[in-house]
């Protein structure tokens, strides 16, 4: 599984963790190895959107994070 991550507030970094840039996705060999890391790293509050559709043109899961979230 691949995923790219983009952060509504357009930050590069979350509490030191730096996002990888969005022409650089990051494998996971299942869900349960990207739960296991996303905790591992503090991801913020995020949202899966579906690859190849109008939110997402890439042919990867976006992994959009909400670090802003009130």
């Given at each position: 599984m691949k995923f790219v991550f983009y952060d509504r507030d357009d930050n590069k970094t979350y509490e030191?963790?730096?996002?990888?840039p969005q022409t650089n996705p990051v494998e996971f060999s299942?869900?349960?190895?990207?739960v296991e890391w996303s905790v591992e790293v503090g991801l913020p509050r995020h949202t899966f959107v579906p690859p190849?559709?109008?939110q997402n043109r890439?042919?990867?899961w976006l992994v959009f994070c909400e670090s802003g979230y009130d």
């Open positions: 030191g963790w730096k996002y990888p299942s869900l349960e190895e990207f190849n559709g109008e890439t042919p990867y």
